[in-house]
Each structure stands twice: as C-alpha cells, then as structure tokens.
C-alpha cells in the first residue's frame, strides 16, 4: 500500500479541478473571552493596509501550489473578522476569484461581532462581496453574556442581528449553551427566541471548558463549576428535539440549517474535502498535505516579508493518517458517511472496524442504512468515544 495520496484523487479526479474552499483567519479581538482556546490576539493598535498585503501575499502562494481548483466558498474567521476594514476584505475576495475559477453559488461567510461600530460595517462588508454573516451573538441574557466575558449587551445583540438581515440575505448566529445553572426551562425559553428570529441557520455549542483558558483556571480554583454531564446531555437532546421540530434539524453535531442553507464551507471540511487556510494559525489540506501557519501575528507578519508566505508547517498525510481524519470529520455530520466508498478514495482497505460497528450498533449509538453508518441521537453525545471503538 503506497503511504501517501493526493487530495486529488480523493474527490475522484486526476487533476486539480476538484472543489476548493478557503480559509482567511483574522487574529485580533477587542477583548479575549475566558473560555475561548481560538487563535486570538488583543493589540493597541493593528496596521490595516500591512495586514492586507500580507493576506494578500499568503493567498498568491497557496494559489500557485493549487491551480485550476472550483472555488466554491471563502470563510473569514478568527479572532474578529468584522474589526477588518471593508477595503482588506474586498481584495481578498478579489485576489481570491482572480487565482482560481468559482462556483455560481459562491458562499462567502465573515464571522462577527454584535458590537455596534462592527455592526454598522455590515453594509460595507457586503458590498464589499460578504454574502453570509455568522454572528457571535452567545446569549440573549446580559448577565450570562457578561459571565462570558462578552463585550456587547443583549440589547445590542439584537440590532446587529437586524442589520446583519438586512445587509445579507444569509445570517446565522451562534449561542453557547449548558452555562453553570442552566436547565431545561431557561435553555427552552433561549431556544424559543433563537428559533423565532427568521434566521436559516444556527450554531448551538454547549460550553466546554478548554484546557489554558481563563475558565479553565477559574474552574481549577473552584471559583464555579461546570453544569453536570447529565443535564448537559438532557440539554442537548432537547435542543436537537427542538430544532429539528422548527425546520431547522442538526446536520452536524451542533449545527443546525433549514433544507439547503448549511454552512458550505464547513461541509468542505467534514466532506474531507481541500481547503486553503491563510493567515495566522489557519490550518489548511492541500493535496494530501497538512498546512498551518505561524499563529502569532508578528511571527506571521515576519515569515511573510521573509518567505513570501505565512507556513510554520506542511506534511504529508500518510493514507491511513487521512483515514482517521476523514472518519472524525464525517461521523460529525448526520448524513453519515459510507465506509467502504471512503476508504476506497483515500486508498486504505478499510477505516472502520465492522465488529465494532456491530456491536454499537446493537447499543443504539450507531445505525446503518444501507451503505451508510451514521451516528444515532444518543451516538452523537458519545463520539469521541465511539471512534476510539470502531477506528482501524
């Protein structure tokens, strides 16, 4: 068995016409929150235009090394996309349609802030080429958003989301639930404003306290205590209950979308598909290669003037190392993935051992459907878990 592949290959072409997404990420925040692990950075002040040429320069190099790709959706993250001034995310849409041919439909995704001076840039930013905005909007209680160490109120949440709608015809928000005392009536009744707001698309994400973070020494120092797994669970059940009875099921494990209105770049990535990641931190697959970038923003900046480029790091996959990914990512998705078929694109005999799969299949935490395995309600609480189990 040969040890490597191309991604290429993998997306069932001998050139390099398969479909591409790509990955901007913008480091800096106004405040750092206490449970987020992100690459984020907190400065004085931040050099718009040196930025600018520095994306710009990180993206010529990854598109030289990937010619003749589909571009079909282009994904601003961070950090604090929406701190970018219009002009920036202008360019790099241009740069980025200019190196690489795109899909009708090309989804262009900015991460943002409900803070009102991000709000107002709303209107630039989509005439600037923005397409759909993903809003950090975490809570719709003042005093949860200030546990969380967020910047903007309640209040203000809500405008930002009116001029998201306003500006882009795609909005999603996100909201972090299984906060310390939440149980089911508090979640429902958020659960009842999110669902009533009009948007296509919502991330529900309970909070995980992540090892290096502020919550995680607070945590440590006993200065509160996570929500107990059980209720954590009877929360997430009843929020794939919920949503999934308002039209807006979980196609991933804490994403939820109306019929056609998923996150198409994120499906790139749970597809196992190609994508291009630019800027600090940004991790990228490129034909059969890991990349990832300097995170620090100074490191970043100086390996750019330096290499023309931003890579601290680019290694090949060995086929079987693909196979694990591939499994991880997909199992996430509640479409399921088709083993045999996976594993006969990456080039491996198999990616799941099928005794395994039998037997968690007979616990109710997996279901087949013909060639498809997917997780079950209950599977998809357990899945780290599981893929320890039926992983070859």
Known sequence: ???????????GAETSSAPLALYVHWPFCVSKCPY?????????????????????????????????????????????????????????????????????????????????????????????GVNRISLGLQSFDDASLAFLGRAHSAAEGQRALEAAQSAVDRVSFDLIYALPGDDE??????????????????????????????????????EFEPLDPETSATLFELTQDRTA??????????????????????????RY???????????????????????????????????????????????????????????????GIDPAALAKRIGVDRIVDDSAVDRLVGHDLLERDGAILRTTQTGRLLLDSILVEIAV
């Open 36 to 128: 987020c692990d992100f690459n984020s950075h907190v400065r004085d002040a931040v050099d718009q235009a040196a930025w600018r040429d520095a994306l710009l320069t990180d993206l010529a190099h990854e598109a030289a090394l990937m010619p003749g790709h589909c571009l079909t959706s282009i994904f601003f993250g961070g950090g604090t996309p929406s701190l970018m001034d219009p002009v920036t995310v202008e360019a790099v849409i241009a740069a980025a349609r200019d190196a690489w041919r795109q899909s009708d439909d090309l989804e262009i995704t900015l991460e943002a802030n409900p803070n009102s001076a991000e709000a107002a840039r709303f209107a630039d930013l989509a005439r600037a």
């Open 245 to 270: 009875a308002s039209g807006l099921p979980a196609y991933e494990i804490s994403n939820h979308a109306r019929a056609g209105a998923e996150s198409r770049h994120n499906l790139a990535y749970w």
């Open 185 to 222: 009536a508090r979640w429902s009744a958020n659960l009842d404003r999110a669902l009533s707001l009009g948007t296509e698309h919502l991330s529900l994400y309970q909070l995980t306290i992540e090892p290096g973070t502020r919550f995680a020494t607070m945590v440590a120092r006993h």
């Open 273 to 335: 598909g190609d994508y291009a990641g630019i800027g600090p931190g940004a991790h990228g697959r490129r034909s059969g290669q890991r990349t990832v970038r300097h995170k620090k923003p100074e490191n970043f900046l100086t390996a750019v003037k330096r290499n023309n480029h931003g890579l601290v790091e680019e290694a090949t996959l060995t086929r079987d190392e693909a196979a694990h990914e591939a499994l991880v990512m997909g199992l996430r998705l509640a479409e």
């Open 1 to 11: 068995m040969a040890t490597s592949f191309t991604l290429a290959r993998l997306n």
